[in-house]
């Protein structure tokens, strides 16, 4: 390995720790239980609406902020949030539904599923693989779709 190859991995190194950590507080947290999950979407407990709305209240309060203090990058870049073009709401309506069952059939959302594999559980590795190709395909098809 050359020295830029090395600098370019330890430039990955403080990712790679903070996602161990967030796989840990997952972990702890309950949030990548397919019980936990199972008992939201049948609004058996309050747990997950707790954790995901303690979630929402931390981001929208980091983007005022952001945007109060006009607030920079590392690199001395501005942080630009452009607004949401809401449109018709189709796609959001149609995605988030798509979103949803695939959730709730996997038991996992899209970040917990690494954890699950970082715990043993590696059939989340086929949920992990489909979602790449699921991205990929909506990459591949995004030009010819009505955005």
Aim: hydrophobic share 45%; aromatic share 12%.
């Amino acid at each position: 390995m050359t020295t830029q190859s090395n600098n370019g991995m330890g430039r990955l190194l403080p990712y790679l720790l903070i996602g161990i950590y967030f796989g840990i507080i997952f972990t702890k947290s309950e949030v990548i239980s397919w019980f936990r999950i199972q008992e939201m979407f049948r609004f058996q407990a309050f747990h997950m609406y707790g954790i995901i709305g303690s979630a929402a209240a931390v981001a929208m309060i980091s983007v005022q902020i952001i945007k109060r203090k006009k607030l920079k990058t590392f690199g001395g870049e501005d942080i630009v949030i452009p607004p949401k073009d809401m449109g018709s709401g189709t796609r959001y309506w149609l995605g988030g539904t798509m979103f949803g069952l695939g959730w709730a059939l996997t038991g996992a959302c899209p970040g917990p599923m690494f954890a699950l594999v970082g715990n043993g559980f590696t059939i989340m590795l086929i949920a992990i693989l489909s979602a790449v190709a699921g991205t990929y395909t909506y990459g591949v098809l995004r030009p010819r779709l009505p955005h």
